[in-house]
């Protein structure tokens, strides 16, 4: 089984169009991740990791329930409890009584937390504006209106996951 997959793997580097796509979107993604963390302990977030961003970006800005929360992350509930039990206990967030019922909490942002997110959206325009001096801002704008075809058509309601 090995040898079929070295073939394989051979095969697909040499195609004439070059790599599989993931070949190139996974180091990238890695990339910038990475240097969004730099950028955010650069800027005094230098507790923030990755994991975190399930729920940095899954909370809304009214808030949310922890249930809610990890379902909209595709995570377990328990998973999802240890992440932001860390980030209220970093002050990013806070838990509040659900005013529609009083025995559940929501997850609602904290100063910390609004801050982390002006500093992320700082930290992705730096990052950008990197990449643009690599490709040039028209390339830059092609890969961004490319990509959004790509989400919307996978995304769309008659789109099938694979």
């Known amino acids: 089984m090995g040898r ?6 051979a095969a697909l580097q040499r195609r004439p169009e070059g790599p599989p796509l993931i ?10 991740e990475d240097r969004h963390l730099e950028l955010m302990a650069g800027a005094g977030f230098d507790d923030v990791r990755r994991a975190h961003n399930a729920v940095f970006v899954n909370l809304p800005p009214e808030g949310r329930r922890l249930t809610d929360l990890a379902d909209a992350a595709g995570m377990t509930k328990q998973a999802m409890g240890e992440l932001v039990d860390d980030l209220v206990a970093k002050g990013y967030f806070r838990k509040e009584p659900d005013p529609t019922d009083g025995r559940a909490k929501l997850l609602v942002w904290d100063e910390r937390g ?12 730096t990052i950008e504006d990197e990449v643009a001096a690599i490709v040039g801002d028209e390339d830059l704008a092609v890969v961004r209106r490319t990509l959004s075809a790509l989400v919307r058509a996978t995304h769309a309601p008659h789109a ?3």
Do not use: I, K, N, Y
């Not at 079929?4 to 793997?9: G, I, M, N, P």
């Open 4 to 9: 079929e997959l070295d073939v394989a793997t």
């Open 23 to 32: 070949g190139l979107l996974t180091p990238l993604v890695a990339w910038w």
């Open 114 to 125: 609004l801050a982390a997110h002006e500093a992320t959206m700082a930290a992705f325009a």
């Open 160 to 162: 099938r996951s694979t």
